[in-house]
């Protein structure tokens, strides 16, 4: 145990499950629990709904509100109730000298003005032309400007006046796995005391839909569960909108503040295997070894997003390790892109910090779990690219 080492005491978390950390444990731990499904807006692909949501309760000024994309909005909401939890929101002090690590996409588009564009472009040729007219006519200011992945943190720092160090990653789960790699560095480093990290991915837009489906990404057809959509049509991804914001402090700073800790963030280990040349299946096994597993069995939050050969590897890494009992997290809440990461540590910590183990997400998948999880692994294998794990530990 040391001073710097990395712990958890704040947690901020919003999917089709509800909102907050005591609201997703009620839910995970019941036996048998059905996925929030909407099959028929965006048929013939499902997707995991945002909750109904009071955004007042997190962005008081409807200005705020305004400006902001559902995306942004959910970060934001998000963030500030992981602030909240962990005593931060409203303290000057702690706010000012905190660092955010964000993990962000580009953004919603404006669908209506993209229809409008392609529509007039039919009948004139001076297409340039019309993108300069469009572009000063349909799209205020702050609507083009909210296409920024870094305009999430800005609107962050804005509402909740966290204003240290900010800085923002891109690529779909890399970017969240690489923001909690970051932050816990910092922390490691003495470089930060405390850190908000984390993300959120707003998924019914269908610009937002149209990036997975132009790979061969989105699962077509009923719903099943994570590890149940190999050799389905289409390519296995379930989405889900949702976010999730962790507050990662040094313990000492923790502990000077009185705060209840959640659990110890352990080594998060990263890894870009090529994987057209079949380097996948090495690249988990050593990032399996990187992570420091410790004996025994080891509850194990997966991020899985049922992209087949993704997830195929997954599974058959997990599979080969006897002591790991898999949760398949997407099962119940889609994949959340940037914020899968995040996600899947904080349910690790909640899992440690209660003393007790998710049951089984999908039981003709997944192996159970009978003790109390000390030490839980989260995993983010990406469903294009970029691998993650980090080990969460109790406190």
């Known amino acids: 145990m040391s001073s710097h080492d990395v712990v958890i005491s704040g947690i901020g978390l919003v999917s089709s499950l509800g909102e907050g950390p005591d609201a997703h444990w009620r839910k995970l731990v019941q036996p048998g629990l059905e996925p929030v499904l909407e099959a028929a807006r965006f048929s013939p692909y499902t997707v995991h709904p945002l909750p109904e949501i009071d955004w007042n309760l997190q962005i008081a000024k409807r200005g705020d509100q305004r400006q902001m994309e559902t995306w942004q909005r959910l970060g934001t909401y998000a963030a500030g109730m992981a602030l909240d939890d962990a005593g931060i929101k409203g303290n000057d002090d702690l706010c000012t000298t905190m660092d955010m690590v964000v993990a962000a996409g580009g953004g919603e588009r404006d669908e209506a003005v993209d229809a409008d564009i392609l529509a007039a472009s039919e009948s004139r040729n001076d297409r340039d032309v019309l993108l300069n007219e ?78 997975y489906e132009l790979a061969g990404y989105l699962h077509r057809g009923p719903w099943r569960p994570v590890w149940q959509r190999q050799g389905l049509d289409g390519g296995g991804v379930v989405t889900g909108s949702g976010g999730a914001f962790l507050v990662l402090e040094q313990r000492e700073h923790a502990i000077s503040r009185g705060r209840k800790i959640y659990a110890e963030l352990g080594p998060v280990v990263s890894g870009r295997a090529i994987r057209r040349q079949g380097e996948l299946d090495a690249e988990i096994a050593a990032l399996l070894s990187q992570a420091a597993l410790p004996n025994g069995e080891l509850l194990t939050i997966s991020g899985a997003s049922g992209a087949h050969a993704a997830t195929a590897a997954e599974k058959s890494a997990l599979d080969a390790n006897p002591a790991i009992a898999a949760r398949g997290f997407s099962t119940l809440t889609g994949h959340m892109k940037e914020a899968q990461f995040p996600f899947a540590v904080a349910l690790a910590a909640l899992a440690v910090e209660r003393k ?30 970029f691998e993650g794990m980090a080990l969460v530990n109790a406190a």
């Open 134 to 211: 469009k572009l000063t006519t349909e799209l205020r200011p702050t609507l083009f400007l909210a296409q920024l992945s870094n305009l999430l943190a800005g609107n962050i720092s804005i509402v909740h006046k966290v204003t240290g160090s900010s800085r923002t990653f891109m690529g779909e789960e890399g970017a969240g796995v690489a923001a909690v790699e970051t932050a816990a560095a910092r922390i490691r480093s003495g470089q930060s005391t405390h850190i908000l990290v984390g993300g959120a991915f707003q998924t019914e837009h269908s610009d937002m839909l149209l990036g």
């Open 356 to 385: 007790a183990a998710y049951p089984a997400f999908d039981p003709a998948s997944e192996k159970p779990f009978n003790g109390i999880p000390r030490t839980v692994l989260a995993t983010a294998i990406g469903y294009h690219q």
